[in-house]
């Protein structure tokens, strides 16, 4: 999902990775990265839920206007990740998750 190759902007050549942590999981995504795109490259595309109905919540606008892709970043919510870089060792929670109880 990455473009590596633009007609204009010519060949992304930026392998260095930062090691995250998502929902508990550790993982490893481009440096310089947005957290949202960097998750959806990871395949994660649900950032939030929205608190009444629960309704998952991923990427709308991409620039930082609509709230959709807010997470819970380093402890702190409503961080809007589409404009927020991945940092070394963030610590990145969906944000109003419900866990699903057991039958
Ligand atoms: S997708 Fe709209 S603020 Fe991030």
Known sequence: MVVKEHPILGTCENEEYVNITVDGEPLQVRAGSMIAPALLEQG???NRYTRKEHKP???????????????????????????????????????????????
């Open 44 to 46: 994660i595309r649900v």
């Open 57 to 103: 919540r991923g990427i709308f606008c991409g620039i930082g206007q609509c709230t959709d892709c807010v997470m819970i970043v380093n402890g702190q919510p409503n961080v809007r990740t589409c404009i927020t870089r991945v940092e070394e060792g963030m610590v990145i929670e969906t944000q109003n998750k419900v866990e699903k109880e057991e039958a």
